[in-house]
Antibody, heavy 120, light 107 residues
Framework: EVQLVESGGGLVQPGGSLRLSCAAS????????MNWFRQAPGKGLEWVSY????????YYTDSVKGRFTISRDNAKNSLDLQMNSLRVEDTAVYYC?????????????WGQGTLVTVSS | DIQMTQSPSSLSASVGDRVTITCRAS??????LNWYQQKPGKAPKVLIY???ILQSGVPSRFSGSGSGTDFTLTISSLQPEDSAAYYC?????????FGQGTKVEIK
């Protein structure tokens, strides 16, 4: 059974840092591209960052460029999101998600989400 | 970035009704369009991908159609458990943008 489990969320002050992790199991992690999404309270879904299966290609949404860093360790079946210089507007539930195998496929498995609250 | 415009933003319908949600892309995305259902406090779940392919395990009352810029999600006979938010998403090119969402309520 495919499982994605996020951790690392919490309360942090503006300007602070957090590192989110996503532990994958039940499939060949190294064969799938991965994404981070987020959802601010009461709002819609927003894509945050993408990493290809081999880490060759990485993308970020404009609002997090230079502040967030995505990485993965295929040997440990793990995906990370290092978040620095956090802003109040980064407050959201963060989800990791697996891209379905074929190119441009859907995000077919999602974690349960981890809440990041940026507040003084 | 490709903009996705979804309508309506909310709807209220009765059990057994046919429900249609539309999604328009700001440029052609071929059929790289996915539909998700999200219930409160839960992660999104993919219902339809590639515009019209039903994800395994999803009830057949859900269907999708369209190509290019205009897409539709249809629930043929609304059930109580379909009360949720629905989002379209384009996976044609990064960033993977979403529509604003449609909240479906059961009367």
């Amino acid at each position: 059974e495919v499982q994605l489990v996020e951790s690392g969320g919490g309360l942090v002050q503006p300007g602070g840092s957090l590192r989110l992790s996503c532990a994958a199991s039940g499939y060949t992690f190294s064969s799938h591209n991965m994404n981070w999404f987020r959802q601010a309270p009461g709002k819609g879904l927003e894509w945050v960052s993408y990493i290809s299966s081999s880490s060759v290609t990485i993308y970020y949404t404009d609002s997090v460029k230079g502040r967030f860093t995505i990485s993965r360790d295929n040997a440990k079946n793990s995906l990370d999101l290092q978040m620095n210089s956090l802003r109040v507007e980064d407050t959201a539930v963060y989800y990791c998600a697996r891209e379905y195998g074929p190119a441009r496929g859907p995000d077919d498995y999602w974690g349960q989400g981890t809440l990041v609250t940026v507040s003084s | 970035d490709i903009q996705m415009t979804q309508s309506p933003s909310s709807l209220s319908a009765s059990v057994g009704d046919r429900v249609t949600i539309t999604c328009r892309a700001s440029q052609s995305i071929n059929t790289y369009l996915n539909w998700y259902q999200q219930k409160p406090g839960k992660a999104p779940k993919v219902l339809i991908y590639a515009a019209s392919i039903l994800q395994s395990g999803v009830p057949s009352r859900f269907s999708g159609s369209g190509s290019g810029t205009d897409f539709t999600l249809t629930i043929s006979s609304l059930q109580p458990e379909d009360s949720a938010a629905y989002y379209c998403q384009q996976s044609y090119s990064p960033p993977r943008t979403f529509g604003q969402g449609t909240k479906v309520e059961i009367k």
